[in-house]
């Protein structure tokens, strides 16, 4: 007999060898029918594979992050199946699941795949999973899996098998297909009920441009086709709020081939808006006691040596620059961490200097391949609203919880709701991979988890996924499609100080290594810019949004008035325009919804004689009328409130 520990703590008797379908099915038959796969001892497992030890279970349906993962890695077998039916002698590379549904890296040969051709694969999975499958798991020497590929010649199958350490290697198989695979799977096809094969991609076997280009095919799957339903509605809302198209549509940037790929460039009102971005935080962050500095975007490359950087993004960093006399090595600066470091040590340190704020908001280049780049939120050039505290031990805390409030009071005004926190520790069993001290690191760790509860953030402990010279938070934001980004992460950092010797004199005029805590609330202005977009599908906040008001004569006879009245706004700092087009008034406020101008000003004859202006709203409609200056105080009042929620 085996003991089971249940998700509610519970423990049960079993005989040896039983299945985690058996003890769902010990727990509640629904449970058992909806149970996709389980985890034992922490390790998530086929739901039908023998438990032969005492063991603490956790069973995943759908609705957690593990069922998902294990409905959507069958799913890219069962693709690779009806593929390998369909076009015989085919090669296959990698077959992930992926945040929303999956992938298959395939070798078609000589033949171009095309998107009219994703329907008939669409079929053929249907097929297949009707025929409701297992997915047999089983054990093969590593001579066994060598022979096997080498028959199949596939030859991408036999460089990750030669890779692999020499003993057991995992195959699966669901019906006539054989895979290469650690699992886990679901019990059989037939929990699958909704099919979507959503695009085609091309993508080089290992990242390698180098290499081979296979075709890359993404798909998702669903418990119910409702649910595919809804995840396609989904998929347009998203297209018709794509920062790339409602950037065009806005005028806020552009990329140019002469320029180069993934170097974005800001037109003017997009330059506004980010201008007002930066004023935003910098008005904050001057609250807060930090102090902007300028460094070069260029270094020698001997910096980044020294920090590490070079090491790390030498390979997606520009070629280094050799000057041409005095042969010394720059590259264009990957981070900006070095320079700030070197902003420190321009001067003796005191204790009584600490906490040291630095703030930046410097524009940083890697190298990042073609097929990667995507709109601003991947790019080769982007700008980060970065800063670097350098503090005392017993700062830490204080610093951390302010840094906090920073990013908090970010989300709220910009109407980030719904996020959640990662804090990232070490693996306190692998002490190797981190440095710095352990009195440091339960001190800082301490502080994170501290601050965290103080702030009532609701946060989730990753163990082992701290950055080898410290513990670190990430803010995790769901927009309005509920789609997650990394918006903010703070990180301590022991690594930076040590590099670079910085030191300071403590009270007992000794001298000490500060602690160094880096932060990013926006992360980068660019994919910033591009969440926002998306989240608000361009409808900005009145503070924020490039034009504010669109004044609309009537005829031309109201023109002298339209001036006036935009000379009135002017004068208070709200940001308008006159649409002057030989267009209907109509055409003019369908243009204007278009651009998402938050207010419409309509003036003719009668707002003339009464001084007054007629006002329409973005997605509302008819507002009244109102005098000018009314109106002047109904927008500064909209736009203290937004800014002071």
């Known amino acids: 007999m085996i003991t089971i520990t249940l998700p ?12 985690g379908y058996d003890v769902a099915m010990s727990i509640s038959p629904g449970l058992a029918r909806n149970s996709l796969a389980i985890s034992v001892n922490g390790v998530v497992q086929d739901l039908l594979k023998p438990i032969n030890a005492d063991s603490e279970i956790k069973i995943f349906t759908w609705n957690d992050p593990e069922g998902k993962a294990t409905m959507w890695h069958s799913s890219a077998h069962i693709m690779a199946a009806a593929i390998e039916e369909l076009y015989p002698g085919v090669k296959f590379g990698i077959g992930p699941d992926i945040e929303n549904g999956f992938y298959y890296d395939v070798d078609f040969g000589d033949h171009t795949l095309t998107e009219d051709e994703l329907e008939g694969i669409e079929k053929k999975m249907r097929d297949l999973v009707s025929q409701k499958h297992g997915f ?3 054990e093969v020497s590593k001579a066994e899996a060598l022979d096997y590929f080498t028959k199949k010649d596939d030859e991408y199958k036999i460089e990750l098998i030669n ?7 995992s195959f699966y198989q669901s019906g006539d297909f054989v895979d290469l695979c650690r699992g886990p799977h679901l019990p059989d096809t037939s929990f699958i009920k909704a099919i979507k094969l959503l695009s085609i991609a091309g993508a080089y076997w290992r990242g390698d441009e180098n290499r081979k280009q296979l075709t890359r095919i993404y798909g998702i799957t669903f418990p119910k086709k409702k649910e595919l339903d809804e995840y396609l509605e989904m998929l347009e809302e998203a297209k018709k709020r794509d920062h790339r198209k409602l950037g065009r549509e806005l005028e806020l940037f552009t990329f140019s081939q002469r320029v180069g790929s993934g170097l974005p460039i800001w037109l003017p009102k997009g330059a506004e808006l980010r201008e007002r971005l930066e004023n935003f935080l910098k008005k904050v962050q001057k609250e807060y006691g930090y102090e902007q500095v300028i460094c070069p975007h260029i270094g020698n490359v001997e910096l980044y040596k020294t920090s590490g950087h070079y090491q790390k993004y030498g390979k997606d960093s520009f070629n280094p620059i050799k000057t041409p006399v005095e042969g010394e090595e720059f590259i264009l600066k990957p981070m900006n961490c070095p320079h700030h470091c070197e902003v420190y040590s321009s001067k003796p340190r005191s204790y009584r200097d600490l906490p040291l704020r630095l703030a930046e908001f410097g524009t940083v280049y890697r190298y990042e391949q073609s097929g990667e780049l995507h709109g601003l939120t991947r790019v080769r050039g982007f700008t980060q609203d970065d800063a670097h505290i350098f ?10 919880k302010k840094v906090i409030d920073i990013v908090l009071y970010i989300f709220k005004t910009l109407e980030f709701k719904d996020f959640t926190t990662q804090i990232s520790l070490r693996d306190a069993n692998d002490k190797e991979k981190y440095i710095g001290s352990d009195d440091n690191w339960e001190k800082s760790e301490s ?3 501290q601050a965290a509860k103080e702030k009532g953030l609701d946060y989730v402990i990753e163990k082992g996924e701290a950055a080898f010279y410290g513990p670190k938070m990430d803010f995790m934001v769901k927009d309005a499609l509920g789609r997650k980004w990394q918006l903010g992460t703070i990180q301590v ?22 602690i160094m805590i880096h932060r990013a609330p926006f992360g980068s202005m660019e994919r910033f810019v591009a969440v926002l977009l998306e989240h608000t599908a361009g409808n900005f906040p009145l503070w924020l949004t490039p034009d504010q008001v669109t004044i609309l004569p009537i005829s031309e006879k109201y023109q002298a008035y339209a001036e006036k009245v935009l000379a009135s706004l002017a ?8 649409d002057d087009r030989s267009e209907k008034t109509g055409r003019k406020i369908r243009d204007a919804e278009m651009k998402k101008i938050p207010f419409m000003l309509i003036v003719g004859e009668k707002e003339e004689l009464d ?3 007629s006002i329409r709203k973005h997605g509302e409609g008819d507002q009244g009328v109102m005098s000018i200056l009314d109106f002047v105080n109904k927008i500064n009042e909209e736009i203290k409130q937004s800014i002071l929620k």
Do not use: M, W
């Open 447 to 449: 502080a994170i988890l």
């Open 611 to 613: 001084n007054s202006v």
């Open 493 to 514: 950092d022991y690594n930076l100080p040590e590099r670079f010797e910085l030191e300071y004199v403590g009270a007992d005029n000794q001298k000490h290594r500060p």
């Open 163 to 169: 890779e692999l350490e020499d003993g057991t290697i």
């Open 391 to 400: 503090c005392t031990p017993d700062q830490l805390l204080e610093e951390f």
């Open 136 to 138: 047999e798991y089983r």
């Open 571 to 578: 004068e208070a700092d709200i940001r308008a325009n006159i």
């Open 8 to 19: 509610d703590n519970s423990t049960k008797q079993f005989e040896n060898g039983v299945s």
